[in-house]
């Protein structure tokens, strides 16, 4: 039986209605245990192995996981009535050992975290959940959660696999796929306010200002988030087709590099094209996994300077990688422009 939350759909200037899944309230088989004073119904999908995740029922009568986990410090909590109910919040699932998107997502989170700014821990909430519990103990978290300077009111979980992977299903966010295959995990994350029933399943790649907006104000009953207050009536009428390597830059990059903007977590890269060897460049862009693992000499210097914050290997083909170059060749020299990013200080 699928029962539907109250939905409110949330439209932005920037992007088109948010992608909205239903949360599934499952009926028998169930199988009542005790946890503390509380008595849960443990639910098994028949599709699926049996997990038996937790489930707390919130107010609007919909069941939703409630697994216990530990965050960053090594405290325990329940995941809906600790950490969900009644906050607007925002949850997506990473891994520290990832090599490709997982520290491009962490770091579009960080930029979320800067433009929500003092709200941060008072109303609004981000969790960050680990897909792989044996690697990532609270200590791991606690560190990688420091190399992204994440502040007040982002907190970094682990606990059980099966039970987080029962979890992932339970809020649409887990295919089959992801299960044997870490680096193919969804790029997906959940945002809401529990205590209106609005939830939304959006992309980690989104514009950091929509998912800002998302959070501030419209999942906020409309309150102001106090930068973000552009109006669509100054938006133009046609927008430029960009450029692929500005693209690239744009929803890859930005949230940790500037262009003219000073370091953030990662350099400015203005000038690069001139300040390192075309091939070295080339190379660092195409597989940075690869040249720390190689323990190039200048690599393995920027990665002491940011905090042993790896660039991600985005996995991007040599067009495309030739591209950015040439992109940022016209930033850098003949433009003198300046592009800021999330991470600058």
């Known amino acids: 039986m699928w029962l539907r939350m109250k939905i409110s759909i ?34 098994a999908e028949k599709s699926y192995p049996i997990v038996n995740p937790n489930l707390a029922t919130t107010a609007n009568g919909v069941l939703f996981p409630n697994p216990e986990l530990t965050d960053h ?6 995941f809906y009535d600790h950490l969900i109910k009644g906050k607007i919040f925002l949850v997506n699932f990473i891994y520290t050992s990832c090599e490709a998107y997982c520290p491009m997502e962490t ?27 044996e690697t990532d103990t609270p200590e791991v978290l606690a560190a990688y959660r420091k190399k992204f300077n994440a502040g007040p009111g982002w907190t970094f979980l682990t606990g059980n696999e ?3 992977d029962a979890m992932r299903r339970h809020l649409g966010l887990l295919v089959d796929t992801d299960i044997d295959d870490k680096k193919d995990h969804g790029l997906n994350m959940l945002i809401g306010n529990e205590k209106s029933g609005q939830w939304m399943r959006r992309s980690n790649l989104d514009k950091a200002e929509v998912i800002a907006t998302l959070l501030g104000e419209n999942l906020s009953e409309w309150r102001e988030t106090g930068g973000l207050t552009n109006s669509f009536v100054n938006a133009p009428l046609k927008v430029a087709a960009m450029p692929r390597g500005e693209e690239i830059y744009k929803t890859r990059c930005i949230d940790c590099h500037s262009i003219g ?13 001139k300040t390192r060897d075309l091939k070295w460049l080339t190379s660092w862009i195409s597989a940075p996994n690869k040249m720390l693992a190689a323990k190039d000499p200048i690599a393995t210097a920027m ?3 940011f905090k042993g914050l790896a ?35």
């Open 73 to 78: 410090t090594g405290k325990k909590v329940r």
């Open 261 to 273: 903007g000073g370091d953030g977590l990662g350099p400015d890269l203005k000038n690069v094209t």
């Open 162 to 164: 099966a039970e987080i």
């Open 10 to 43: 949330l439209f932005t200037t920037a992007t088109v209605a948010a992608s909205i899944f239903p949360i599934r309230s499952v009926a028998a088989p169930a199988e009542a245990i005790t946890s503390g004073n509380n008595t849960r119904k443990m639910v």
């Open 107 to 133: 770091a579009r989170v960080k930029k979320f975290q800067d433009l929500l700014g003092e709200r941060m821990g008072k109303d609004i909430f981000f969790y960050s959940i680990s897909i792989d519990p």
């Open 303 to 305: 990665l002491v300077q």
């Open 311 to 345: 660039m991600p290997n985005l996995g991007l083909s040599e067009f495309d990688v030739g591209l950015v170059i040439e992109f940022l060749k016209g930033s850098s020299g003949e433009s003198n422009m300046t592009i800021e990013q999330g991470g600058a200080k």
